[in-house]
């Protein structure tokens, strides 16, 4: 079976500019949630959707937008990039949205802001 | 506020010796922890977790951790270290109930040297 994937795997924009990025679930996963994980330091959490309705928010700028589709995959935006907004961007997918779900990551999408 | 210490930043041991990764919790109610591993340039891997139940808690690769309540700690544990183990160590935590968010710690990085 597939694990999660997401795409793309690299990305370099300048400041200012839009950005998505996509994310496929494992198959029978519900749930996706995004973290962002800078060098040198463990993954910050950025939202969590299940069936389609976010269940949680990190503390992160209103920049920073999701959705998840009715196939469960999902899409982060990042308006307005800033130059700390460079990072990798994880996705994980779980069964359902409970507290005690296994979280399964994908590869991750690089990002860099020139 | 939820929060998850990994105490040493570099652990190293030598191949076929027994290898701890310490970590410690702060979390209201009962704690949901995690166990994964990043290998470079790639996503986390779910290694282990504890929900309830026995505090010896074995997950994959031969690695097990074990929950001590008292001492709010959650050490991963190998009895006999590979080379091939030699990656990035994350403890993660949630509470309880509503709050979804998984608490990370900053990593161990640990080397096993032949």
């Known amino acids: 079976d597939a694990g999660v994937t997401q795409s793309p795997t690299h990305l370099i924009k300048t400041r200012g500019q839009h950005v998505t990025l996509r994310c496929s679930p494992i198959s029978g996963h519900k749930s996706v949630s995004w973290y962002q994980q800078v060098l040198g330091q463990g993954p910050q959490f950025i939202f969590q959707?299940?069936?389609?309705?976010?269940?949680g928010r990190g503390n992160f700028p209103d920049r920073f937008s999701a959705r998840q589709f009715p196939n469960y995959s999902s899409e982060l935006n990042v308006n307005a990039l800033l130059l700390g907004d460079s990072a990798l961007y994880l996705c994980?997918?779980?069964?359902?949205?409970?507290?005690?779900?296994?979280?399964?990551f994908g590869p991750g999408t690089r990002l860099t802001v020139l | 506020a939820q929060s998850v210490a990994q105490p040493e930043d570099q652990v190293n041991v030598a191949e076929g010796n027994p290898l701890t990764v310490k970590c410690t919790y702060s979390?209201?109610?009962?704690?949901?922890l995690f166990w994964y591993v990043q290998y470079p340039n790639r996503g986390l891997q779910f290694l282990l977790k504890?929900?309830?139940?026995d505090n010896l808690v074995k997950g994959s690769y031969g690695f097990e951790a074990e929950f001590n309540k008292s001492q709010t700690s959650f050490h991963l544990k190998k009895p006999s270290a590979l080379v091939s183990d030699s990656a990035l160590y994350f403890c993660?935590?949630?509470?309880?109930?509503?709050?979804?968010?998984?608490?990370w710690g900053l990593g161990t990085s640990l080397a096993v040297n032949p």
């Open positions: 994980a997918s779980s069964l359902g949205g409970g507290s005690t779900d296994t979280q399964y």
């Open positions: 993660a935590v949630r509470g309880a109930g509503n709050n979804r968010k998984l608490i």
């Open positions: 504890y929900i309830t139940g």
């Open positions: 959707y299940y069936e389609k309705e976010e269940r």
């Open positions: 979390v209201s109610g009962n704690p949901y």
